[in-house]
């Protein structure tokens, strides 16, 4: 088979899968993925990149070269229980790539649901390829280890930026899991320190001393808290990921489980529709209050 035949199934259909297949889609790969008991947004998000839709597990499975499995990190174990019997029965011998933010742990007892299958570990970093460009470098890296990780590297033809880590299963996740909690960790860290200085009415003093002593810090909390709100009900499983990881809570593993209530707090709020915390964290945020 030619490269310009590839052939890849993306299970998930949220902001990242979605981007990738259509990135994957549109230097010239077929992509497919399933939207069986989906929202209408993910159907919406699925039009919109073009991709290929097939609702049998097993022909999505048998007609891959790679399935890239790109869900919240909750979701990652219930999706290789789902297609282990399809990859079962599949004479063909698709790839599967878990593309999600889990502990090693996590993601080495997936290769073992899913025995028998080529296995690669990939962490994702970065955000969403944005539509219209097919250059690796615009978009996220993925960063895969195991034993076919070097197999990955076919999709670099197809606008995708690959890194090969000379390591097994688990090191990929580590990578990224790592990444994240400190990119992710640092927002909870801010976000829960801004919304105790805003109670006692000093979030004004606060701004004015970042202002003065850490501009880029405060930059990047303008920057990082509202891009948070929509994302924070994906991150708890994350953070909980991120604890486990760790593991041992003298070497900070109840950091991560806090982080993870934090979240879980900031989406309850949002779902609320009037929050006096969530209108105050925004409020800060604003670069121009006149």
Same mark, same amino acid.
């Given at each position: ?11 998930? &259909? !949220?902001?990242?899968?979605? @981007?990738? =297949?259509? *990135?994957?889609?549109?230097? $010239? ?5 399933? /939207? ?94 944005? &539509? !219209?460009?097919?250059?690796? @470098?615009? =978009?996220? *890296?993925?960063?895969?280890? $195991? ?5 990955? /590297? ?94 041992? &809570? ?41």
């Amino acid at each position: 088979m030619s490269e310009a035949e590839m052939r890849v199934a993306i299970i998930g &259909a !949220g902001e990242m899968g979605s @981007a990738v =297949g259509r *990135r994957l889609r549109e230097c $010239g790969a077929r992509v497919m993925t399933s /939207l069986k008991d989906r929202s209408a947004a993910s159907i919406e998000r699925v039009k919109g990149a073009g991709l290929e839709v097939i609702d049998d597990d097993h022909l999505l499975v048998r007609d891959a070269d790679f399935v890239l499995s790109i869900v919240p990190p909750g979701a990652a174990i219930d999706v290789s229980l789902w297609l282990s019997q399809p990859f079962l029965l599949t004479g063909a011998k698709p790839i599967f790539v878990e593309c999600n933010a889990i502990a090693p742990a996590t993601t080495r007892r997936i290769e073992e649901i899913l025995r028998g299958v080529r296995f690669i570990d990939a962490g994702i970093i970065g955000g969403p390829p944005a &539509a !219209g460009s097919q250059d690796p @470098a615009k =978009g996220p *890296r993925f960063y895969a280890s $195991g034993g076919p990780a070097n197999e990955l /590297l076919r999709l670099g033809k197809f606008g995708l930026d690959i890194t090969i880590l000379d390591a097994p299963v688990g090191a990929a996740s580590a990578l990224k899991l790592a990444y994240a909690g400190m990119t992710k960790g640092f927002t909870a860290l801010a976000t829960a320190m801004l919304n105790a200085a805003s109670r006692e009415g000093l979030a004004d003093a606060l701004q004015a001393e970042l202002s003065r002593t850490q501009p880029g810090f405060l930059a990047r909390l303008e920057r990082s808290i509202p891009d948070m709100f929509p994302k924070a009900y994906r991150w708890v499983a994350e953070m909980e990921q991120i604890a486990e990881f760790i593991g041992d &809570a003298r070497e900070g593993a109840t950091i991560y489980a806090g982080a993870s209530l934090l979240y879980e707090w900031i989406a309850s709020e949002l779902n609320s529709g009037h929050s006096d915390s969530i209108e105050a964290l925004a409020e800060f945020c604003k670069k121009d209050k006149n």
